[in-house]
């Protein structure tokens, strides 16, 4: 064998220990082979080895090391390359910044649809919406699904018109002749739940049925989601039965589909179906479990879910979980009960669990704890002016109308204004 062929063998081996490094997460490891890769003057580099050696960098916020990185391939004329070009723009946006990243992307001679999803991408994941869809409109090559389904994912957990510019970008790649694959769905649901779409949630499933892709349990499991939150029940109800394995994803789901809707019973009933399927819950799942025992005012079970979370089932207790408990005690009228769960937790309380307080506080004419509840809301959301109006309300309906006075007083004092309502409607031609 030649000393060529020997040390060819050496790099291909060398590399996909590299790979495996990388993709088990062990990136220091990853590193130390880069380097004895690099010293080794007798093996030829691939340029594969650096979009790998790259990510390790990123993923382990290694900037020194990046850069060095960048000088090399520079320097071999390897940064044409679309893999080590994108490679190199998430680096430099993870170790330094978007800027710099955009820096790197600008330098880049030939720039493919991955390269420009790829400085796309980084922009999103910094939450710079506008920025990715200038860039969008900026590419001077055709856009991919990548391409679309990064805006769209963008822009359907934006909150105002974000989900239906979503819907608009959906509608806008049959134009560039480009078919809706798995991610563009999963990446679109959340839009059609957000404004409630559910027209759109139909279309949905049938071109995933009619394309093959229905039966992916992350796109059933959405669908249950999506049905549920829409208050389709019956459909979600069908999506989850029609599920092969059911993780905890779409039992989860499911759960929470019935518990929003006032349907504890069910959704208490569903919980016990997933014990008995060996399925472990999450906190999610919990989280849909105490919802459904708050809105049917089941503070008793409420409390025995809360108490076994982390010893039986090892999950750990979170901020919402607790505003839960809160709003399932307050609903009972268990007011005091309520407000010693607050003054033991080991969080601080947030405006969701003192807004469930002071929320029954008016059904119960409890004035005492209304204002320390109201008092602990206006330091947390200021701005907020329901909690001045509530606390206002409750002072009146127990006939205390100068506190009354005095919170309307407070509030024209810190210019808190009441915003006007609102209502949208979803118009199709």
Same mark, same amino acid.
């Given at each position: 064998?030649? @000393?060529?062929?020997?040390?060819?063998?050496?790099?291909?081996?060398?590399?996909?220990?590299?790979?495996?490094?990388?993709?088990?997460?062990?990136?220091?490891?990853?590193?130390?082979?880069?380097?004895?890769?690099?010293?080794?003057?007798?093996?030829?580099?691939?340029?594969?080895?650096?979009?790998?050696?790259?990510?390790?960098?990123?993923?382990?916020?290694?900037?020194?090391?990046?850069?060095?990185?960048?000088?090399?391939?520079?320097?071999?004329?390897?940064?044409?390359?679309?893999?080590?070009?994108? /490679?190199?723009?998430?680096?430099?946006?993870?170790?330094?910044?978007?800027?710099?990243?955009?820096? =790197?992307?600008?330098?880049?001679?030939?720039?493919?649809?991955?390269?420009?999803?790829?400085?796309?991408?980084?922009?999103?994941?910094?939450?710079?919406?506008?920025?990715?869809?200038?860039?969008?409109?900026?590419?001077? !090559?055709?856009?991919?699904?990548?391409?679309?389904?990064?805006?769209?994912?963008?822009?359907?957990?934006?909150?105002?018109?974000?989900? &239906?510019?979503?819907?608009?970008?959906?509608?806008?790649?049959?134009?560039?002749?480009?078919?809706?694959?798995?991610?563009?769905?999963?990446?679109?649901?959340?839009?059609?739940?957000?404004?409630?779409?559910?027209?759109?949630?139909?279309?949905?499933?049938?071109?995933?049925?009619?394309?093959?892709?229905?039966?992916?349990?992350?796109?059933?499991?959405?669908?249950?989601?999506?049905?549920?939150?829409?208050?389709?029940?019956?459909?979600?109800?069908?999506?989850?039965?029609?599920?092969?394995?059911?993780?905890? =994803?779409?039992? @989860?789901?499911?759960?929470?589909?019935?518990?929003?809707?006032?349907?504890?019973?069910?959704?208490?009933?569903?919980?016990?179906?997933?014990?008995?399927?060996? !399925?472990?819950?999450?906190?999610?799942?919990?989280?849909? =479990?105490?919802?459904?025992? @708050?809105?049917?005012?089941?503070?008793?079970?409420?409390?025995?879910? &809360?108490?076994?979370?982390?010893?039986?089932?090892?999950?750990?207790?979170?901020?919402?979980?607790?505003?839960?408990? !809160?709003?399932?005690?307050?609903?009972?009228?268990?007011?005091?009960?309520?407000?010693?769960?607050?003054?033991?937790?080991?969080?601080?309380?947030?405006?969701?669990?003192?807004?469930?307080?002071?929320?029954?506080?008016?059904?119960?004419?409890?004035?005492?704890? /209304?204002?320390?509840?109201?008092?602990?809301?206006?330091?947390?959301?200021?701005?907020?002016?329901?909690?001045?109006?509530?606390?206002?309300?409750?002072?009146?309906?127990?006939?205390?109308?100068?506190?009354?006075?005095?919170?309307?007083?407070?509030?024209?004092?810190?210019?808190?204004?009441? /915003?006007?309502?609102? @209502?949208? =409607?979803? &118009?199709?031609?």
């Amino acid at each position: 064998m030649t @000393s060529y062929s020997s040390n060819y063998l050496r790099m291909v081996s060398l590399t996909k220990q590299l790979t495996s490094n990388v993709n088990q997460g062990r990136h220091d490891a990853a590193l130390v082979l880069f380097r004895q890769i690099h010293s080794s003057l007798a093996l030829l580099l691939d340029p594969f080895v650096f979009p790998l050696a790259l990510k390790s960098c990123a993923a382990t916020r290694r900037p020194h090391i990046g850069s060095s990185i960048h000088a090399q391939v520079t320097k071999l004329s390897f940064i044409s390359n679309p893999f080590v070009a994108c /490679a190199l723009v998430d680096m430099y946006g993870k170790c330094f910044s978007v800027s710099h990243a955009h820096k =790197v992307f600008d330098e880049i001679p030939q720039r493919n649809v991955v390269t420009w999803n790829s400085m796309i991408s980084l922009y999103l994941h910094y939450g710079r919406i506008l920025d990715a869809i200038q860039l969008f409109y900026d590419m001077d !090559v055709a856009p991919n699904e990548s391409s679309f389904n990064n805006i769209i994912s963008g822009l359907s957990g934006l909150e105002g018109d974000g989900p &239906f510019k979503a819907i608009v970008f959906y509608k806008r790649m049959g134009t560039w002749g480009l078919r809706p694959n798995l991610i563009t769905l999963l990446a679109l649901l959340p839009a059609c739940v957000n404004i409630a779409a559910l027209s759109l949630i139909k279309e949905i499933h049938g071109y995933a049925f009619r394309n093959g892709i229905e039966q992916h349990p992350h796109l059933r499991s959405g669908l249950v989601e999506a049905y549920g939150r829409c208050g389709c029940l019956t459909y979600a109800r069908y999506v989850f039965q029609s599920m092969k394995e059911r993780d905890v =994803v779409a039992w @989860s789901s499911l759960i929470s589909a019935y518990a929003l809707h006032g349907k504890a019973k069910t959704a208490l009933e569903i919980f016990r179906q997933m014990e008995l399927a060996k !399925v472990q819950p999450d906190e999610i799942t919990l989280l849909g =479990v105490l919802k459904a025992c @708050s809105h049917a005012g089941l503070a008793d079970e409420a409390l025995g879910y &809360f108490a076994k979370m982390r010893d039986d089932y090892g999950v750990q207790v979170n901020s919402d979980h607790y505003s839960c408990l !809160v709003d399932a005690l307050s609903r009972a009228g268990r007011l005091h009960e309520a407000y010693e769960v607050i003054q033991g937790m080991p969080i601080k309380a947030t405006a969701k669990t003192w807004g469930a307080l002071l929320g029954a506080c008016r059904t119960y004419g409890e004035v005492e704890l /209304a204002e320390i509840a109201g008092r602990a809301l206006f330091e947390i959301e200021p701005e907020n002016a329901a909690n001045y109006v509530l606390l206002a309300r409750i002072y009146a309906s127990m006939g205390r109308h100068e506190e009354a006075q005095r919170m309307r007083k407070e509030m024209r004092e810190k210019r808190v204004k009441v /915003a006007p309502g609102s @209502s949208w =409607v979803v &118009f199709q031609d």
